[in-house]
């Protein structure tokens, strides 16, 4: 289990929703540079350190049309400014290929995608220190389609091969079940049938989001909503519980996530308000 986790969300949990890669004709999103006012992009996203509530994080999004273009994090302590990185988002027929994430200006670490023929999700790899020429640290992770739907995922690095886990989903194309392959570790995840608040960005497939590329809170989702995660690990079981609060069009706005017997996190969502976003977007010609 210790890859299944690595994996897709580092040391906590991994995608609580998404949207099968093996529908080659899904880009990730409507791929509607017209959107109406359920088609929502997010804006910002707050939320409080489960760990230390002292600690409190603001991620704001820029768009150009749906393609995300930068997330900007800032952190506060005691309600202080204390610290900002930012992502840069980079795309290759209409797939996000590269995430460059900088540090106090510098470039830190790179993700990199990519993609087969098809338009499915392939290989990825994260390089870090890329300013000191070949990557000193380069993990990495390649996908193969199984005929029954499930995706074969094998986790590399430092030299370390063969280490692979199977992801599930369901009818909506949402990420069930995820276990390794040579023990009986497995996380299993249940959804509502709400939009989630990254599925109208470009190029955001199922593998893309659960990269932590986008928001390092708990919020990882596609296609819908997660409600409970659940892991089995080494004889040991943990659970996440998920109370969403929706807007009008079916998004989430508000979200408490329970580390059952932990702590919780408050998440706080917010939208791009559309008559700003067609203002800068398109072009007005009056008729007269």
């Not at 004709?25 to 540079?33: E, K, Q």
Request: glycine share 6%; with cysteine.
């Amino acid at each position: 289990m210790k890859k299944i986790i690595y994996i897709f969300l580092g040391v906590l949990v991994f995608a609580c929703g998404s949207d099968s890669e093996n529908d080659n004709n899904n880009d990730g999103n409507n791929n509607n540079n017209n959107p109406n006012e359920s088609e929502l992009l997010v804006s910002s996203i707050s939320y409080n350190d489960m760990e230390n509530s002292d600690y409190e994080y603001v991620e704001n999004f820029t768009y150009d049309g749906n393609k995300i273009v930068e997330t900007n994090r800032s952190v506060y302590y005691n309600g202080s400014f204390s610290s900002e990185n930012r992502s840069e988002f980079i795309y290759a027929n209409n797939k996000i290929s590269r995430v460059d994430n900088y540090y106090d200006n510098n470039i830190s670490n790179q993700d990199i995608f990519t993609y087969d023929s098809q338009g499915r999700l392939v290989a990825t790899e994260h390089c870090y220190n890329p300013n000191d020429g070949p990557c000193d640290d380069l993990e990495s992770e390649s996908y193969s389609y199984n005929s029954d739907g499930s995706i074969t995922v094998t986790y590399a690095a430092y030299g370390d091969n063969g280490s692979t886990s199977v992801v599930e989903f369901d009818d909506n194309g949402n990420i069930v079940r995820v276990s390794d392959d040579d023990d009986d570790d497995v996380i299993e995840l249940t959804y509502d049938n709400y939009n989630s608040p990254f599925k109208n960005i470009t190029g955001a497939t199922p593998l893309v989001i659960v990269q932590w590329i986008f928001s390092s809170s708990y919020l990882y989702s596609f296609n819908n909503n997660c409600l409970s995660l659940v892991s089995n690990e080494d004889g040991y079981t943990s659970t996440l519980n998920f109370t969403y609060d929706y807007n009008d069009a079916g998004y989430p706005r508000n979200v408490v996530v329970e580390d059952v017997g932990f702590g919780q996190e408050t998440i706080v969502i917010e939208y791009v308000d559309w008559f700003i976003w067609l203002l800068k977007n398109y072009s007005y010609s009056p008729l007269f």
